[in-house]
Nanobody
Framework: QVQLVESGGDLVQAGGSLRLSCAAS????????MGWFRQAPGKEREFVAR????????DYADSVQGRFTISTDYVKSTVYLQMNNLESDDTAVYYC??????????WGKGTQVTVSS
């Protein structure tokens, strides 16, 4: 089992920055990718970014490319999401995800990010 705990969500003005953190515990050696999804009110949960646990590859949604940066601390089993130049459309609950296999994922409970315009 893998447990994920997110932190860092807050209320921020448009153009501002936030850094989200997600700490994994349990059988972390089984994790392939760690990443972030988000869900805005009335919308489907969508992919934001992911990174290989060793940090060698990162992928981003087009909507956040160039504004968000995902990174990982392999020793601490923690993934970070640095979000810059935030827009109102970034308002959502952000969920940490750990991909263990193609069919097995772990999820955090989410952290709220609200961007005021």
């Amino acid at each position: 089992q893998v447990q994920l705990v997110e932190s860092g969500g807050d209320l921020v003005q448009a153009g501002g920055s936030l850094r989200l953190s997600c700490a994994a515990s349990g059988r972390t050696e089984r994790i392939n990718y760690m990443g972030w999804f988000r869900q805005a009110p009335g919308k489907e949960r969508e992919f934001v970014a992911r990174i290989l646990r060793n940090g060698r590859r990162a992928d981003y949604a087009d909507s956040v490319q160039g504004r968000f940066t995902i990174s990982t601390d392999y020793v601490k089993s923690t993934v970070y999401l640095q979000m810059n130049n935030l827009e109102s459309d970034d308002t959502a609950v952000y969920y940490c995800n750990a991909q263990i296999s193609a069919a097995v994922n772990a999820w955090g409970k989410g952290t709220q990010v609200t961007v005021s315009s």
